[in-house]
Nanobody, 121 residues
Framework: DVQLVESGGGSVQAGGSLTLSCRQS???????MGWFRQAPGKEREGVAA????????YYLNSVEGRFTISHDNAKNTLYLQMNSLKPEDTAIYYC????????????????WGQGTQVTVS
């Protein structure tokens, strides 16, 4: 099974930047991976996703142009570079992976990390 371990969360001021990392173990070739977030009182939403086979990326409209998702196959690590952070970006961020490449920003991925808190004030 795929195992995911996240790091990089923290507290920043509005306009600042953070980079989240998600280390993978198990089979990681030709899968879709994504970053999701859940704020208090709201449902989990897809933020960004990437097909690790061909590199295609997908973004939530509200983060497009500010966030960049990438995957390093050699390091088996998924990244989310977050720039120009806003208070509304405050949430728990989760890394996810699945073999169904059409999932994109849907929330029913098979494998999930533990989540990491991002707070913007």
């Amino acid at each position: 099974d795929v195992q995911l371990v996240e790091s990089g969360g923290g507290s920043v001021q509005a306009g600042g930047s953070l980079t989240l990392s998600c280390r993978q173990s198990g089979y990681t070739n030709n899968i879709v991976m994504g970053w999701f977030r859940q704020a208090p009182g709201k449902e989990r939403e897809g933020v960004a996703a990437i097909d690790t086979g061909d590199g295609s990326t997908y973004y939530l409209n509200s983060v497009e142009g500010r966030f960049t998702i990438s995957h390093d196959n050699a390091k088996n690590t998924l990244y989310l570079q977050m720039n120009s952070l806003k208070p509304e970006d405050t949430a728990i961020y989760y890394c996810a992976a699945d073999s169904r490449l059409l999932l994109r920003l849907r929330t029913d991925y098979q494998y999930w990390g533990q989540g990491t808190q991002v707070t913007v004030s």
